[in-house]
């Protein structure tokens, strides 16, 4: 057994994960390599949904019977891990939506709605950067088609970085949002938070932070980062489905209009106008996502248990020892720092002329769970020349024995294909 630096204790904690159990094509164990994608669910999560729903379900807020009563402490109580996990400086700065693609879609047409001094329109700019996730690029894109704001980004350095020589030309006095991601979930990039958020906040722009990568792995401070929103996906970090944040400062939500109208959301309600209720309700319209709401603050409290740093200590010492293993596999090209310094536990690379779905099938039937594709970030893919990649992500539970694993693999999708 490989013993590396930092490493936490897996056997341990992968007993908390049922499906790293399973086995797959007449017995093979099941290698997980896909955390960027989702992330696998521990008993302590899959347990407080069962209890939820067998002993607590309602809907919340209204009602005065007990359920009900049950039902809403959970979700609040939710809400209330999560400020604490993301460092809040108020609960209420805390909105539920149901991903991080709904998240950033709320702030975009916010500011598409908004009055003076945020109102995104024509003689405006948004800024966002090359190595976005396309739902960090395509709300943009419709909010400056439908605003006639002129929409601009930063490309990338050969080595997946961001570009930020033109900062002061990216960025200029016209430029109202700049949004961008914290940890790349193609390459891997940890961005240079610092820089960015201090040339946006010289010329008085709004900063969106995406924060889906980044969430599961590092401890996330939103007060450190100074932005002024923040997006993260729960299924990415041992929640379930159909939950995700967004955290924004409290003035800013007190004078921003809502995104989806309906009930909770509101005040009072006649037949000539509405008015609105104050955040986060007012951004969570109709029935929310409870039992998962519920099963996020389950995860923080999983993560919270373990540790953020040592969370991220692990992933740090697993990613370089991947990168090492990576780069002895011959023909094989990483797509994005090829160092385990300032990158995430996602790697993405080319084998050869061998195409990435290829590669991720013949390792499927070696019981390897990989991703193949664009990764929903196509203009990189477009910027180094690539079809597609093959990647490979990992998380608290992942071990120097599955990158041995997804190493042999690869020597076997090479003598595959001669």
């Excluded at 610092?194 to 040339?199: G, M, Y």
């Excluded at 379930?240 to 309906?262: A, K, S």
């Excluded at 990189?380 to 120097?400: D, E, H, K, Q, W």
Aim: proline residues 5%; negative net charge.
């Amino acid at each position: 057994m490989i013993s590396l630096p930092g490493l936490l204790d897996t056997e341990a904690i992968r007993k908390d994960f049922p499906i790293l159990d399973r086995t797959v094509h007449d017995g093979k164990k099941i290698v997980y390599l896909d955390n960027a994608a989702t992330s696998q669910k521990p008993r302590q999560v899959l347990d407080v949904l069962n209890e939820y729903y067998e002993r607590h379900n309602s809907n919340v807020h209204r009602g005065v019977h007990v359920l009900a009563e049950e039902a809403t402490a959970g979700y609040e109580g939710a809400r209330d891990k999560v400020a604490a996990f993301i460092n809040a400086p108020s609960r209420d700065e805390v909105i539920f939506t149901k991903n991080a693609s709904e998240s950033l879609n709320l702030v975009a047409n916010m500011l598409g709605w908004a009055d003076e001094p945020y109102r995104v329109d024509r003689g405006t700019e948004i800024v966002i950067t090359e190595m976005e996730h396309h739902s960090n690029i395509v709300p943009w894109q419709l909010l400056s088609q439908r605003t006639g704001a002129k929409l601009k980004w930063f490309g990338l350095t050969d080595d997946g970085r961001l570009d930020l020589s033109n900062i002061d030309q990216v960025i200029t006095e016209k430029t109202k949002v700049v949004s961008f991601v914290l940890v790349s979930n193609i390459l891997g990039t940890i961005n240079p938070v610092e820089e960015i958020v201090r040339r946006a906040q010289e010329v008085g722009a709004l900063v969106v932070i995406d924060a889906s990568q980044a969430a599961p792995h590092m401890a996330l401070d939103v007060q450190a980062l100074q932005a002024d929103f923040v997006a993260f996906t729960g299924h990415k970090m041992c929640a379930p489905t159909g939950i995700g944040v967004l955290w924004g400062r409290q003035e800013l939500l007190e004078d921003l209009p809502p995104f989806l109208g309906g009930g909770e959301m509101i005040e009072t309600v006649s037949m000539h106008s509405s008015t609105y209720a104050p955040a986060p309700h007012k951004f969570e319209a109709g029935t929310p996502p409870i039992a998962q709401a519920i099963g996020l603050g389950a995860a923080v409290d999983y993560l919270t248990g373990i540790g953020m740093d040592n969370i991220q200590a692990h992933e740090h010492a697993i990613t370089e020892y991947a990168v090492r293993r990576l780069l002895e596999v011959p023909d094989l090209r990483i797509i994005g720092p090829t160092t385990a310094e300032d990158r995430g536990a996602a790697i993405s690379f080319t084998l050869g002329d061998i195409h990435p779905h290829d590669v991720g099938q013949v390792l499927d039937e070696q019981g390897i769970a990989v991703r193949v594709g664009h990764h929903c970030a196509r203009p990189v893919c477009l910027r180094y020349g690539i079809p597609a990649t093959t990647r490979a992500s990992f998380y608290l539970y992942s071990t120097p024995a599955e990158v041995d694993a997804l190493v042999d693999g690869l020597e076997h999708v090479r003598n595959f294909f001669g």
